[in-house]
């Protein structure tokens, strides 16, 4: 099973920008879909970003056209640039393969990221 860190979360103004990471503990991102998702208060965890082995990313609606999902196979690193960002984008972030999603199974910490002014 492959674990995953999360980092890079924190404080920002509305507008603002934060860049997550994702480590993963073995070679992986080259293999399997995997994504960026997040759980607000109250709310059920939602997808926000995914990408595949070939490239092909996909994003939520509510994030499109501010988030950008990238990934690093050399270092296992993914990312999450997200932009002009939005109280209601404040919730904890996690990353995870996309069968491990649908599975709700093998989160990890994540990392909150919190827009207020």
């Known amino acids: 099973q492959v674990q995953f860190v999360e980092s890079g979360g924190g404080l920002v103004q509305p507008g603002g920008s934060l860049r997550l990471s994702c480590a993963a503990s073995?070679?992986?991102?080259?293999?399997?879909?995997v994504g960026w998702y997040r759980q607000a208060p109250g709310k059920q965890r939602e997808m926000v970003a995914r990408?595949?082995?070939?490239?092909?990313?996909n994003y939520a609606d509510s994030v499109k056209g501010r988030f950008t999902i990238s990934r690093d196979n050399v270092n296992e690193t993914m990312y999450l640039q997200m932009n002009s960002l939005k109280p209601e984008d404040t919730a904890v972030y996690y990353c995870?393969?996309?069968?491990?999603?649908?599975?709700?199974?093998?989160w990890g910490q994540g990392t909150q990221v919190t827009v207020s002014s």
């Open positions: 995870n393969l996309v069968i491990y999603f649908a599975r709700d199974t093998n």
């Open positions: 073995r070679s992986i991102f080259s293999i399997y879909d």
């Open positions: 990408i595949a082995p070939g490239g092909t990313t």
